[in-house]
Nanobody, 115 residues
Framework: QVQLVESGGGLARPGGSLRLSCKAS????????TNWYRQALGKQRELVASINKDGHTSYTDSVKGRFTISRDNAKNTVDLQMNSLKPEDTAVYYCNVERPGEDYWGQGTQVTVSS
């Protein structure tokens, strides 16, 4: 079955960086829109960044200029480079791959930003 496996989460200090990766199996990720969502404790899940099949990217305002979403078609992965991290970026980050009629989710990876 389709699997999305996230990696790269962990603990970072404020101002630090982390790089999340979402690796897909059983699908060709470049023909889908890939989204990174996050959910902080006690809050609703939030769309952070997206990349569509044409390579167009979009970001929520709070991460613009700090986060970059990118896709490696050869590796079948979508990464989220997170720089200048803030404590409010602390959340479980989820990879979502979707197109009409299909919607897949990863298991999530914890990102904690703390001094």
């Amino acid at each position: 079955q389709v699997q999305l496996v996230e990696s790269g989460g962990g603990l970072a200090r404020p101002g630090g960086s982390l790089r999340l990766s979402c690796k897909a199996s059983k699908i060709i990720i470049m023909i889908y829109t890939t989204n990174w969502y996050r959910q902080a404790l006690g809050k609703q899940r939030e769309l952070v960044a997206s990349i569509n099949k044409d390579g167009h990217t979009s970001y929520t305002d709070s991460v613009k200029g700090r986060f970059t979403i990118s896709r490696d078609n050869a590796k079948n992965t979508v990464d989220l480079q997170m720089n200048s991290l803030k404590p409010e970026d602390t959340a479980v980050y989820y990879c979502n791959v979707e197109r009409p009629g299909e919607d897949y989710w990863g298991q999530g990876t914890q990102v904690t930003v703390s001094s």
